[in-house]
């Protein structure tokens, strides 16, 4: 079973940053791509930034220059660097991962509030 558990999200002023972490544990699974999501009240959850094994990153229009997808796979984490943060940033921000094998099951953590106000 894979489990993912995001750290690192809270309230910041506009302009300001926060990094997201999220640590994967569980055993016998292989890794397409991780990523992270964000929903805001009353909207749909979107894709903010994916990182595919061997592959580039790749970002919403709305985060890119701002923010950087990373992985250092030998601790088993994906990061998100939030620079420049805005209010249309705030949102519950989720990681994501997509399996390699089989049906390449997606799974999600448990989300982590990211505020952004004065």
């Known amino acids: 079973q894979v489990q993912l558990v995001e750290s690192g999200g809270g309230l910041v002023q506009p302009g300001g940053s926060l990094r997201l972490s999220c640590a994967v544990s569980g055993s016998g699974f292989s890794i397409y791509a991780m990523g992270w999501y964000r929903q805001a009240p009353g909207k749909q959850r979107e894709l903010v930034a994916i990182?595919?094994?061997?592959?580039?990153?790749n970002y919403a229009d709305s985060v890119k220059g701002r923010f950087t997808i990373s992985r250092d796979n030998a601790k088993s984490t994906v990061y998100l660097q939030m620079n420049s943060l805005k209010p249309d940033d705030t949102a519950v921000y989720y990681c994501?991962?997509?399996?390699?094998?089989?049906?390449?099951?997606?799974?999600w953590g448990q989300g982590t509030q990211v505020t952004v106000s004065s």
């Open positions: 994501w991962l997509k399996g390699l094998f089989g049906s390449r099951p997606d799974y």
């Open positions: 990182i595919p094994s061997g592959g580039s990153a």
